[in-house]
């Protein structure tokens, strides 16, 4: 794979990545801190689609054959600690590592700053790295499927989680539609509460 | 449809969980974001810090790509919908309870900060363990997407004043 072709196909599928990010208004912070707070839920909505979707593309791709999955490794101190201050970090940001760059493109100017602070804390990290290691947050263990552990084929597993997805999307949709979640300007800034 | 400004959540989240089929076919890997911060923070630290080594191979570079990408993707669709942003999201001023520009990019620093830092201990972030770890049926990015809406709600409940 060549630079050129890896960074050219980077910002084409980035393209998309982003485009798809603002019509959806889930890059906005008023949908994600109103997903946090939980009184919005476009953030849950794009995420399960965006799952179930992949989950039945992989299962397609790896079931035939043509792809090998990559998950990655089983760290349960460090998946539960990383975890938390990952989601701390996009409530007081209204983003998370991606949309960042989506708000930076839509006209946010704060996002700089989230931008900024982003890229020393993963700077900070790379230095704090050897210590962490030595910790309890160091222990990484193998690669965890849960297909593997029911002993079923991926590509079912995968199915069934898209199922779930689906059903779930239904039932929150019906529970509350997503026109109602836009706000005033499609940012999610939503008149002060509304009883249900 | 492409001057619309909001499409439906499950029209955008198909096109995002499609991503996954170039992204596994062709380089090879699952969509992610967080990576890309190390790459970059990491070259421009190894300017001032020589002990500092960053090694970047082609999917490194494609991921810094594909966030670049992401910025350019978001802008034209700005530009095509008349959606355009104020420079500070209005409802700042009431999570926050201030309408200072200063605090709310304190906080975003402070924020943006910690998400990494959080991000890279958990390695991956809403893309990497949310949208590619649960779609390939991971457990460990499933507890840190479990962790993350955790730690989500409680910053913003706790933290946070109501939107």
New interface residues.
């Given amino acids: 794979?060549?630079?050129a072709?890896?960074?050219?196909?980077?910002?084409?599928?980035?393209?998309?990545?982003?485009?798809?990010?603002?019509?959806?208004?889930?890059?906005?912070?008023?949908m994600i801190?109103?997903?946090?707070?939980?009184?919005n839920f476009?953030m849950l909505?794009?995420?399960?689609?965006?799952?179930?979707?992949?989950?039945?593309?992989?299962a397609v791709?790896n079931g035939l054959g043509?792809?090998?999955?990559?998950?990655?490794?089983?760290?349960?101190a460090?998946?539960?600690?990383?975890?938390?201050?990952?989601?701390?970090?996009?409530?007081?940001?209204?983003?998370?590592?991606?949309?960042?760059?989506?708000?930076?493109?839509?006209?946010?100017?704060?996002?700089w700053?989230?931008?900024?602070?982003?890229?020393?804390?993963?700077?900070?990290?790379?230095y704090a790295?050897p210590a962490?290691n030595k910790t309890f947050?160091g222990q990484s263990?193998s690669?965890?499927?849960?297909?593997d552990?029911v002993g079923v084929p991926?590509w079912i597993?995968?199915l069934v989680?898209a199922a779930v997805c689906i059903v779930i999307?239904v039932v929150l949709e019906r529970w509350s539609p997503?026109r109602n979640d836009?706000g005033?300007?499609?940012?999610?800034?939503?008149p002060a509460?509304i009883s249900k | 449809m492409l001057t619309?400004?909001?499409?439906?959540?499950?029209?955008?989240?198909?096109?995002?969980?499609?991503?996954?089929?170039?992204?596994?076919?062709?380089?090879?890997?699952?969509?992610g974001?967080?990576t890309?911060?190390?790459t970059?923070?990491?070259i421009?630290?190894s300017w001032i810090d020589r002990s500092?080594h960053?090694t970047a191979t082609?999917?490194n570079?494609?991921?810094?790509?594909?966030?670049?990408?992401?910025?350019?993707?978001?802008?034209?669709?700005?530009r095509l919908?008349g959606?355009?942003?104020?420079?500070?999201?209005?409802?700042?001023r009431r999570?926050l309870g201030s309408s200072s520009?200063a605090r709310?990019?304190?906080?975003?620093?402070?924020?943006?900060?910690?998400?990494?830092?959080?991000?890279?201990?958990?390695?991956?972030?809403?893309?990497?363990?949310?949208?590619?770890?649960?779609?390939?049926?991971?457990?460990?990015?499933?507890?840190?997407?479990?962790?993350?809406?955790?730690?989500?709600?409680?910053?913003?409940?706790l933290?946070?004043r109501?939107?």
């Fill in positions: 794979m060549s630079l072709f890896a960074v050219g196909l980077g910002i084409a599928m980035g393209i998309v990545f982003g485009f798809a990010l603002e019509k959806s208004r889930v890059f906005e912070p008023g801190v109103g997903q946090m707070q939980l009184r476009i909505k794009v995420f399960l689609t965006a799952v179930a979707t992949g989950a039945i593309a992989l791709l043509y792809v090998k999955l990559q998950p990655r490794a089983a760290a349960w460090a998946n539960a600690v990383g975890g938390l201050l990952l989601g701390a970090g996009i409530s007081l940001t209204g983003a998370c590592p991606g949309t960042t760059l989506a708000q930076i493109g839509a006209g946010y100017r704060d996002a700053f989230t931008l900024i602070g982003g890229l020393l804390g993963a700077v900070t990290f790379l790295q962490i947050l263990g690669s965890l499927v849960f297909t552990l991926y597993g995968a989680l999307l997503w836009m005033n300007d499609v940012d999610g800034d939503l509460k | 619309n400004k909001a499409w439906s959540p499950y029209a955008a989240g198909i096109v995002i969980g499609l991503l996954q089929i170039p992204a596994f076919l062709l380089i090879e890997t699952a969509l974001a967080s890309s911060y190390v970059v923070g990491g421009i630290a500092i960053v082609s999917r570079w494609w991921q810094v790509a594909l966030v670049v990408g992401i910025a350019i993707g978001a802008f034209i669709s700005m919908s959606a355009r942003r104020r420079p500070i999201s209005p409802i700042w999570a520009p709310r990019c304190v906080v975003a620093f402070v924020g943006g900060f910690i998400m990494l830092f959080g991000a890279r201990i958990a390695d991956g972030c809403t893309s990497g363990h949310g949208l590619s770890g649960v779609a390939q049926l991971a457990v460990g990015s499933t507890v840190a997407v479990v962790a993350m809406f955790a730690g989500g709600i409680a910053t913003a409940m933290v946070l109501r939107i």
